[in-house]
């Protein structure tokens, strides 16, 4: 089993930045996959940014590319999603995710274990 807590959720203004944080616990942080996934009201959960476990490839929504920064710290069992210029269109509650997938993986089925989700709020 993995834990994951996320953090670092809010309130902002249009082109205000936020890091949110995930923290791992249980099995060994190193062995997954890392991916942020979103979801706003009466939409379906979506793929936003990934980091595979092997050697650190990411990948990114095109909505969010250019903008936001995927990035994990194995020492601290953590990873990072840094959104930078953000959009009211960015407003969802956030999801962290672990796959036990060697290549990185961006649908959500394919994840194995989930956060809680921290709420992202962007005023206009």
């Known amino acids: 089993q993995v834990q994951l807590v996320e953090s670092g959720g809010g309130l902002v203004q249009a082109g205000d930045s936020l890091r949110l944080s995930c923290t791992a616990s249980g099995r060994k942080f190193s062995r997954y996959g890392m991916g942020w996934f979103r979801q706003a009201p009466g939409e379906e959960r979506e793929f936003v940014a990934a980091?595979?476990?092997?050697?650190?490839?990411?990948s990114y929504a095109d909505s969010v590319k250019g903008r936001f920064t995927i990035s994990r710290d194995t020492a601290r069992n953590t990873v990072y999603l840094q959104m930078n210029s953000l959009k009211p269109e960015d407003t969802a509650v956030y999801y962290c995710?672990?796959?036990?997938?060697?290549?990185?993986?961006?649908?959500?089925?394919?994840?194995?274990?989930w956060g809680q989700g921290t709420q992202v709020t962007v005023s206009s």
């Open positions: 980091i595979g476990r092997i050697d650190g490839s990411t």
């Open positions: 995710a672990a796959t036990a997938a060697i290549t990185v993986v961006t649908t959500p089925g394919l994840y194995d274990y």
